[in-house]
C-alpha cells in the first residue's frame, strides 16, 4: 500500500481561497511599502553558512536549516571523525549553505555586495518565505514569509518615525488594533552599566524579554542562574517595572541613568521619535517598553515590536536599528534601520478577527455553461470580451449535464451562471442566474457587462 503523503512539520499548503487572503496581506504591505518610497528586491532562499553563522546569537545558530552538500558527502570523513558521532563538526564539514533565517542578513550581505551599483540611503523591501528549525506552536512555523522595509546608509531618527508610520498605516488598513512597543538598545546597556553588570547586557536583554512569557520570578530565577547578584537584580525591579505614559518614563530614566553616558544617549534617541510621533496621528497606542529587547545581537538602538491587542499571539511586527550588521561583511560605518511583517501571523489574525474585505478573496465572478460545440462557438467570444472588461470568468470545460455544471458554480461560490442555449443565440443574448437568489434575466452582453462591474 502506498504511503500517505506528508508534509513537514511546521509548514503548510494553502488553499485558492488562503492564497487570496494571503495575497490580500502582501500586497496591502506592498501598496504602503511603495508610499514612502521603497523599491523591492530579492536574494536566494539559501546562503552561505558564512553569511548566517554568528549573526543571531548562540540560540539563533541552532535553528538554521542547514543544507547537505551535493554528492557523496561521507567520503571527505575519516573513520575516525565519523566514530566520533559529533554532530556540530559533521555540520561544519557537511554543510557549506543554510537557508535564510531572516531577510536582514541577506539584505547586508546584499548591500555589501551591490555597493557600487547603489545610491546612499536606500530603501528596499523583500516579501519572501525565511526557514527557522524551531519548535511548531500555533503561530511558530517552520516556513514562513516576512515582509521587510530597510533603509541603510542613513543615522538620521526620521527613519524610526516614518518605519512606525507604515507599520501603523499597514494595520489601519487591515483593520487590526495594534500596540506598537519601543525600546532602545542603548537604554539596555545604561540599565546594564548602573547596576554593575556591564558585561552581562547580553544575558539581561535575553532574560527580561521573556517578562511577558514567563512572568517576573522566573525572569530573576534566569538572572541569578547568570551569575547576577542579588543587588543588582534588586536594582533592575524598577527599572523593569516602570509605569506611567511615555514622557513620564522619558524623565524617569533621566534621572535612573544619569550616570550613564549611553544610557542618556538611548534615551534622547527615544524622545526624539515618540515626540516626532506625538506631532502625527497615529491609529495605534504607542508604548515605551522597557521589557522588550528582542535577543537579537544586531540592534544598536531603537527597537520596534508589535502586538495585537484583540487576539492572543506572538510579536506580529518587529524591528531595529542595527549600526554594524554591514561590519560583518567588511562595510562599515553603513548604519541601517528596518521593519519585518510576520505575514503568517497577520494571516491568522485577520482569519480570527474575520477582516478580510469580501473583494479581496473575490474568486471566479462568472461560469458560461457549456451545452456543445455550436454553443461554445458563441461563448467563448463573449467570455473573452467580459475578461477585457475586467470581470473573472470561467468558461465549463464540457458539455456535461446542466446539474454538474451548477453544482460546479456552487462548490466554488461562483455567484453567477450564464446560460446560451439556442433561444439565447438567435436573440443574440444570455440568461443570467444569480446562484444565491435564484433570479434570472435575459441581457445583452453589453447589459451583463454593466450589471457584474456594478455589482
Known sequence: MAQKPSIPKGTRDFSPEEMAKRNYIFDTIREVYKLYGF????????ESLSTLMGKYGE????????????????????????????????????????????LTVP??????????????????YQIQPVWRADRPQKGRYREFFQCDADIVGSDSLLNEVELIQIIDEVFRRFGIRISIKLNNRKILSGIAEIIGEKDRITDITVAIDKLDKIGLDKVNEEL???????????????????????????QTLKTLLANSEIGLKGVS????????????TLSSELELDLTLARGLNYYTGAIIEVKA??????????????????????LDGVSGVGISFGADRIFDVLNQLDLYPKESIKGTQVLFVNFGQKEEEYILPLAMQMRRSGISTEVYPE???MQKQMKYADAN???????????????????????ISGEQKKLTIEETIELLLNR
Open 309 to 330: 491587542l484583540d487576539v492572543q499571539i506572538g510579536s506580529i511586527t518587529g524591528g531595529g536599528r542595527y549600526d554594524n550588521l554591514t561590519g560583518i561583511f567588511g
Open 39 to 46: 523599491n523591492q528586491i530579492e536574494t536566494p532562499a539559501m
Open 269 to 280: 534617541e527615544l524622545e526624539y521619535i515618540i515626540n516626532k510621533l506625538d506631532q502625527s
Open 413 to 435: 461560490r461562483i455567484p453567477y451562471v450564464l446560460i446560451a442555449g439556442e433561444d439565447e443565440i438567435k436573440e443574440e443574448k444570455l440568461t443570467l442566474k444569480n446562484m
Open 59 to 102: 540560540e539563533g545558530d541552532k535553528l538554521l536549516f542547514k543544507i547537505l552538500n551535493s554528492g557523496d558527502v561521507l567520503a571527505d570523513f575519516t573513520d575516525q571523525e565519523l566514530l566520533e558521532k559529533n554532530s556540530l563538526r559533521f555540520a561544519a564539514k557537511a554543510c557549506e549553505k543554510g537557508l535564510r533565517y531572516d
Open 399 to 401: 458539455a456535461a449535464k
Open 224 to 250: 541569578a542562574s547568570k551569575g547576577l547578584t542579588q543587588t543588582a537584580i534588586d536594582q533592575l525591579q524598577p527599572i523593569i517595572l516602570l509605569k506611567g505614559d511615555n514622557q513620564s518614563k522619558l
Open 107 to 124: 539584505f547586508a550581505r546584499y548591500v555589501v555586495m551591490h555597493r557600487n551599483e547603489l545610491t546612499f540611503p536606500f530603501r528596499r
